[in-house]
Structures are given as structure tokens and as C-alpha cells.
T-cell receptor, first 110, second 112 residues
Framework: DAGVTQSPTHLIKTRGQQVTLRCSPKSGHDTVSWYQQALGQGPQFIFQYYEEEERQRGNFPDRFSGHQFPNYSSELNVNALLLGDSALYLC?????????FGPGTRLTVL | QKEVEQNSGPLSVPEGAIASLNCTYSDRGSQSFFWYRQYSGKSPELIMFIYSNGDKEDGRFTAQLNKASQYVSLLIRDSQPSDSATYLCAVKGGYNFNKFYFGSGTKLNVKP
């Protein structure tokens, strides 16, 4: 049983560019959440998708958007990248209350 | 005020000792509480969860919850060098039922 998978592992972009990160949830999980984790900080909630709709959103600007597909996989899109967007982006899938994280995507914005 | 607060550490304990990690939360309606372990450069790994007042034990780990004091703790008995990591406290429920709020983590160093 595969756990949560994310791609790519690492990504380097320049300011102003756009990026798409991908996530496949753990088998049987229908809810996907995205987090941003800056160095030395805990994960910060970006948003959560359930039944292909954004169910909950954290304090992130509209430059951060997402999508969930019928197979429950999800994408995180970030437009007009800023240097401050450099972070580890974590996808987590859940069924009811327990949440498991993927390995993350390390995004570096130059 | 942050939703979840942890002492950033580092907390240093000798091998074989008990490590005690603490967390407080602000939303009194919070319902579920989680401890994650995160090794440097890796993603968080779920260790334990608790949702009832009292203690919950799993191997060398014990989670303790006191909802009246809005306090959660994690005890690690017989600490090993491999336990050296950052421990994240996460809280779910309350006014934003579907959101997990994380603390900034406590770095634990277990010295051989």
C-alpha cells in the first residue's frame, strides 16, 4: 500500500514564475491538505480539498490555488513566485481524523 | 496569540532518560491532538494521537492531555539517540474543524 506521494522532490524557480506541485493521497483517503513549512517553523495550513472542492483555507494569498481530481489526487499552484515562497511544501491525506504526510517538495525561489 | 505553542528547545537529555515535551493550545473547542516527529530534511511522521483527557501509552511514548488547562505533553521513556528530532504538536477541531494547527516544534537531542 503506497503512502502519500509527491512530485517533484525538488524544484528551483525564479521570482515571478509559476509552479505546480502534485500529490497522490494514501489509498482510501479522500481528503488532501497542503502545508507550507519554512525552515525552523511548523507546517502552515494552506488549504484542504474534499470531493474536488476547497473545503477550508488558511491565511495564504490568492496566488496559491489548488485542485483535486476525481481520483483524489491534488495539485498546488503558486503564481508570481516571491523569494518568501521558498519552503518545503507538504501534502497530507486523511480519512476522518488521522493525517499522513507525503515526503514533500522543496521549492527554492531565486 | 498563536493557536499552538511549543518551546523551541533544544531539549537535551542523556540516553536512557525520560524526555518530556510540552504543548499548549488556545482554542478550547479543539478535539484531537497529535504528536509528529520530524527528522531534519524529512516530512513529519505521526507518532501518537489523543482525544480524551488523561494518558495514552504506546510503547516508549505516552501522550497526556488536560483539556481544562489546554495542555498536551509527550513523554519518551528510555530515550535513544535515534529519537533526536523535532517534535511537532498539532491540534485539530474547534471552530475550524477540518484544520490542523501546528506548533513550531521542539528540537530534542538525546546524547549517547
Amino acid at each position: 500500500d503506497a503512502g502519500v506521494t509527491q512530485s517533484p522532490t525538488h524544484l528551483i524557480k525564479t521570482r515571478g514564475q509559476q509552479v505546480t506541485l502534485r500529490c497522490s493521497p494514501k489509498s482510501g483517503h479522500d481528503t488532501v491538505s497542503w502545508y507550507q513549512q519554512a525552515l525552523g517553523q511548523g507546517p502552515q495550513f494552506i488549504f484542504q480539498y474534499y470531493e474536488e472542492e476547497e473545503r477550508q483555507r488558511g491565511n495564504f494569498p490568492d496566488r496559491f490555488s489548488g485542485h483535486q481530481f476525481p481520483n483524489y489526487s491534488s495539485e498546488l499552484n503558486v503564481n508570481a513566485l516571491l523569494l518568501g515562497d521558498s519552503a518545503l511544501y507538504l501534502c497530507a491525506s486523511s480519512l476522518e481524523w488521522e493525517q499522513f504526510f507525503g515526503p514533500g517538495t522543496r521549492l527554492t525561489v531565486l | 496569540q498563536k493557536e499552538v505553542e511549543q518551546n523551541s528547545g533544544p531539549l537535551s537529555v542523556p540516553e536512557g532518560a525520560i524526555a518530556s515535551l510540552n504543548c499548549t493550545y488556545s482554542d478550547r473547542g479543539s478535539q484531537s491532538f497529535f504528536w509528529y516527529r520530524q527528522y531534519s530534511g524529512k516530512s513529519p511522521e505521526l507518532i501518537m494521537f489523543i482525544y480524551s483527557n488523561g494518558d495514552k501509552e504506546d510503547g516508549r511514548f505516552t501522550a497526556q492531555l488536560n483539556k481544562a488547562s489546554q495542555y498536551v505533553s509527550l513523554l519518551i521513556r528510555d530515550s535513544q539517540p535515534s529519537d533526536s528530532a523535532t517534535y511537532l504538536c498539532a491540534v485539530k477541531g474547534g471552530y475550524n474543524f477540518n484544520k490542523f494547527y501546528f506548533g513550531s516544534g521542539t528540537k530534542l537531542n538525546v546524547k549517547p
